[in-house]
């Protein structure tokens, strides 16, 4: 399991939930691992381990059971699910590796179901090994197709940890660190959801689409901005405001610049939709994918095209050794048709819907609750010091976070002070409900109602 994002690896609630475990075999392992490994914010020292993991639980060497609603969003059909092993394992007898310059069965269907699945003329496909090299790609891709090199994104978004993808990025945590420059020409605006939007009292325009003006204003005054790069939702989560990506879309015309959509965390059915960008009535010139692509187990990110943007024949735009490996193909493949074939995306929007509903009768009213919001199964509860001025809780957001760990269900702090609750989409509705009333309990424990 993961630290909380923002967490410090000294805080008070960690030491306490440290203290509570004992010692013990995991104690020892993580005592091995933060001397095997280099450091890094949000993943080092780790907070516990894992022997197992099987459909939606984790289960750490001591034989705690976790409910995992975090699962860095690969985790869309589960841990281990039956069919997708089996299939890897056949994939493994008959063929293990395809050398780059050959094809193979299975990338080629892969890719033709990618091809088959995205929207209008988003048919081309090229595979990376993780999602921050799909983003470089389409980047690539963008500089080719349009001869230009700028791209315009938002603060606080996420796009990878590469240095391309860090300079796209807005995340503090993936860029201050580094000496010198990221990337030339990575301009920046405020995302919608900004502190203005979230706490402020816009006037009778809606700010969400003053916002989407401001990509507009700073699209024409650049002037030769390659592409427009942006989480469709925003993983915190943060759901765009209606009609918000139809008019940067239009933007995106009528300046020339492409639109890439960041589906890697959001794709795949997680929302209630295949992509998150048709909730909102809008086909990107590119879209990537990654995380729950693999299935939980591999890992294997895609680019997806529109058909006139194949234009890098003559460069490479993505060399990648395992760039048609059968194996991360197969498990993508399986994974997909598992997908479909379980209904998830359906079941996806009926259980996230049921969730949101649930937390809104309960904590809706609740002093310390700011908003209850998502889309599917990636849904969030924004923890505050109260109601009037909608002040960031974060101190209180990691006590009910080491809360509900204790009791069983791990999920993820976004933005300092939102419980991000992501559970995989084969989850029964019954375990949701029980993962649920153990937030809601700690939240309810944590800050009693006044």
Known sequence: MQHTEGEANTSAARATWRAAQGEGPGEALLARDAGAFLHQSLSSPCVSTIARAEGIWIEDVAGRRFMDFH???????GYGHPRLVRAIKDQLDSLPFSPRRFTNEVAVELAEKLGAIAPGALSKVLFTTGGSD?????LRIARAATGRFKTLSFWDAFHGAGFGASSVGGEATFRSHIAGPLLPGAEHVAPFHCYHCAYGHPGPENCGLACAKMVDYVLGREGDVAAVIAEPMRAVPVVPPPGYWKAVQEACHRHGALLIMDEIPTGLGKTGEMFAFEHDGIVPDIVTLGKALGGGVLPVAAVVARRDLDVCGDYAIGHYTHEKNPVTARAALTTLQIIEDEGLVARSARLGAWAQEMLHDR????????????RGLMFGVEMVEDRATRAPASELAERVYYRALENGVSFKISAGSTLTLSPPLTIEESDLEQALNVVMSAIEDICPER
């Not at 699962?71 to 059909?77: A, D, E, P, R, T």
């Open 71 to 77: 699962g860095n969003s690969v985790h869309h059909i």
């Open 363 to 374: 904590l809706e009213r609740h002093p310390n609750v700011g908003d209850i919001r998502g």
């Open 134 to 138: 799909a983003n470089e790609v389409a």
